[in-house]
């Protein structure tokens, strides 16, 4: 500023005032013009890049009377003991690791024992809630994790960037990342990836229960539904009203309305479709003092190449 | 008029002299901290070969160090903001030889805080997917479009008041310093010669910038602690993040400023600009924000703790009595209570005195950062036990690159910028002189008043 002293400045004609302020205005003007195609960029960046927008498998499953399927499950407690009476580790848990080669240590329906308010314990199998006011979904930032037309909720594992921001807002804990390369059998690298299936899993990425919506429209019944040997969990269809546990069909509102059914943390309006009904194992002859389950095992990881341990 | 010009001189030479001379000691520096960033690298090359599993992070704590150090760099850019642009409204003239190194600042924290997000990506490689298949009803994305429109005008807010600075440069050094700095001097101070018309274009354009800067300041840390807010979890579902977190931002940023101010006053000898004065002021606003946070501490846990609804119990016992507690304390005594009496009392209210503070504080609100992400996300929400996390070798190696890149590119901006804002600190000298003030030329809006501070 060798020139920019105030007496330079001062000699020299005033210009006309207001001037510059129309310049300023006018290279605003075009500024705003410049940056009004901002939004439409993405849109543009997908189209030029060609990138598929991910759904689910098919197209959804309908009801008889032509409606979308709404899947929903039902866990009749009375029924679970965390499989204590079989000496195994929970059932459903393992039937679900089997069928995904969900890695070690994910388990996608985890068997929690909580404590009742006289001191014994109940077991909790519990899925993804595939809630239908899916904190998890709200918060991504790319669409990795949606909702589906049937109510579940799912994640394409080919987008999603690993900020782990939908597990920070899972009010159920419900969700696994990948943080190393994940350990995978050789007959998992066969199977074709479906956000529905999850199979084989990818590092650096969220995975969770899928809810088998791709087994319930081939006619079969979710890995963890088949795998539990008390016939504890119900799968179904809310719009059919319509349940089955593979071996009785039912009625899933009169399951639901005559057994006191409840969702959990109701409060949070999260509105799950997963529904449980209460108790501590009793029909199948459970303490609810007995407490303690076999620890989940990974029968497949023994075969997966490279397979490291990691802890929760 | 004999004695302004040797003052003016003096100051030219001083602002001129750390771009001049660079002595053994500036080499080593530099050697050290690209043998820290080196290491940093080596240490995240790690992680992208084999994953976030070199971490200490799980499923059930998924954050820790990187976004504790994310939150505590963008805190710190509102340095630049408070100063120059609060400041700058209020017309606080003492505020002119400060500007200049909080909006360094500020670039330069911004820049390595949205570092640290990528950083804690699990696929750095799909990033762009934030912009091909945005969605506007995510946290990570307000985060996104804030934080980048907050560099934009922070990289503005800096060049602007720079441009007479760097054509007294351009004027100043030919034949001292290499040509591709007299190249940058030339590009950038974009053919001021300071007349009338062009101070009066500059005059609008910073009135302008600091008018939008601070909403956009305020904005930024607000967002930031939405990606907290915005979920479920007990600790963090708050109506007070935002504001609690504006202020520790604000904070920090001055404690931050206050390490920066010593150092570089002590280095480049800027003792005849850089007073007592400055560091009681600065010390002043400290404490004053320090108070805010104590209110917004006592404001939150009370109501919270008050009734110990939800898991409300299980986090206090955690922060006041249990895993955090020597955390938490340090942050509530060390962090907040003794920098206050630190820089009230009188036989401490000195520059080391606020200094101390300032390190002292700048240690607690990374510490603050590290348990609202930590504790918070411990908090079980299933009948589970509570998990734990401890930062791994290379989390920590990765964040002390990251304090090296914010270090060296604080050291590589004052090699080639100029520190002082010569052109306002001699207005202020100017109008403080002469008194009553002559009628500016700049209009008043940015013209230091008469008498300011």
């Known amino acids: 500023m060798s020139e920019g002293d105030h007496n330079t400045g001062s000699e020299e004609p005033q210009e006309a005032p207001g001037l510059n302020r129309r310049h300023f205005l006018k290279y605003l003007g075009f500024g705003a013009i410049g940056a009004a195609p901002l939004p439409i960029l993405p849109s543009l960046l997908r189209k030029t890049l060609d990138q598929k927008t991910v759904r689910s498998n098919g197209a959804p499953a309908l009801a008889p009377n032509g409606q979308i399927r709404q899947w929903t499950m039902i866990i009749d407690l009375r029924y679970c003991d965390g499989c204590q009476s079989q000496g195994t580790p929970p059932q459903c848990t393992t039937a679900c690791i ?21 001191d014994g314990t109940q077991f909790i199998p519990t899925p993804c809630q595939q809630c239908q006011n899916p904190p998890c979904v709200n918060v991504c930032p790319v669409a990795a994790t949606f909702s589906t037309p049937e109510g579940t909720v799912l994640i394409d594992q080919n987008r999603c960037i690993g900020c782990r921001i939908c597990m920070a807002a899972c009010p159920y804990d419900r969700r696994f990342f990948n943080w ?40 079969t019944l979710p890995y963890c539904v088949q795998g539990c040997p008390n016939d504890a969990i119900y799968y179904g269809d809310l719009e059919e009203d319509i349940a089955t546990n593979g071996e009785e069909v039912v009625s899933a509102s009169r399951l639901l309305s ?53 802890k929760r | 008029m004999e004695a302004v010009g040797t003052w003016r001189e003096r100051l030219e030479q001083t602002a001129l002299a750390p771009v001049v001379n660079t002595s053994r000691w500036y080499y080593l520096w530099v050697a050290f901290l690209l043998a820290v960033l080196a290491w940093g690298l080596y240490a995240y090359s790690v992680q992208l070969r084999d994953g976030l599993i070199v971490t200490g992070m799980r499923d059930r704590i998924s954050w820790g160090l990187y976004i ?59 990033l762009l997917n934030v912009i091909i298949h945005g969605r506007w009803q995510s946290p990570i994305v ?53 007349n009338n018309s062009q101070r009066r274009s500059m005059a609008s354009a910073i009135a302008l910038m600091m008018l939008l800067i601070i909403p956009i300041a305020v904005s930024v840390h607000t967002v930031v602690s939405w990606i907290f807010a915005m979920t479920l979890r007990e600790p963090w579902n708050s109506t007070i993040f935002g504001a609690f977190f504006v202020a520790g931002a604000i904070f920090s940023g001055i404690a931050v ?135 791994t070798w290379v989390e920590w190696s990765v964040m002390a690159g990251g304090f090296a890149l914010f270090a060296l590119l604080i050291t590589i901006f004052v090699k080639v910028f100029p520190i002082l804002s010569v052109w306002e600190i001699a207005e202020e000298h100017e109008s403080a002189e002469q008194s009553p003030a002559p009628a500016p030329l700049v209009p008043e809006a940015v013209a230091a008043p008469a008498g300011g501070g």
């Open chain 2, 257 to 391: 400023l206050i390490i920066l101010m010593a150092v570089l006053r002590k280095v480049y000898h800027l003792e005849e600009y850089i007073t007592e004065k400055h560091f009681k002021y600065l010390g002043f606003l400290m404490t004053a924000m320090a108070m805010i946070m104590i209110y917004g501490n006592l404001s939150e846990f009370i109501t919270v703790g008050y009734k110990l609804e939800g898991e409300g119990e299980f986090h206090f016992e955690q922060l006041f009595l249990g895993q955090f507690a020597g955390f938490y304390w340090y942050y509530f005594i060390g962090g907040l209570i003794v920098p206050c009496l630190l820089t009230l009392l009188p036989w401490t209210r000195n520059i080391r005195g606020v200094v101390l503070a300032a390190v002292l504080v700048t240690v607690a609100m990374w510490i603050e950062r590290y348990f609202i992400v930590v504790a918070g996300l411990r908090v079980p929400l299933m009948p589970y036990e509570p998990a734990s996390y401890t930062p």
């Open chain 1, 258 to 310: 005559q057994n006191q059914a409840y969702r959990l943390k109701e409060d949070l309006n999260t509105k799950p479709r997963v529904y449980y009904i209460p108790g501590h194992g009793e029909a199948v002859g459970r303490d609810a003092f007995t407490e303690g389950r076999q620890p989940t095992e990974w029968p497949w990881i023994e075969r997966a190449k490279g397979a490291r341990e990691w």
């Open chain 1, 180 to 219: 190393g390369s994940p350990p995978v059998p050789p007959e998992a690298l066969l199977a074709d990836y479906s956000a529905e299936h999850q199979v084989p899993a990818k590092k650096g990425t969220v995975m969770k229960c899928d809810f088998c919506p791709d087994m319930a429209r081939a006619g």
């Open chain 1, 98 to 118: 089997e069928g995904h080669f969900s890695p070690e240590p994910m388990e996608w329906i985890e068997v929690y024992e909580a404590e009742l308010p006289g």
């Open chain 2, 142 to 194: 307000w985060d996104v479009v804030a934080i980048t429109t907050y560099l934009t005008a922070s990289l503005m807010y800096l060049f602007l008041p720079m441009i007479p600075d760097l054509a007294l440069f351009r004027d100043r050094l030919p034949g001292k310093v290499p040509r591709w700095k007299l190249w940058i001097y030339r590009i950038f101070s974009v053919g001021w010669v300071g």
């Open chain 2, 68 to 126: 504790t150090t994310f939150v505590f760099f963008i805190g710190i850019s509102h340095a630049g903001t408070l100063i120059s642009a609060i400041l700058r409204v209020t017309q606080a003239g003492w505020r002119t030889p400060v500007t200049r190194m909080a909006e360094f600042i500020t670039a330069v924290s911004l820049a390595c805080g949205a570092m640290f997000v990528i950083i804690d990506l699990g696929r750095p490689d799909r």
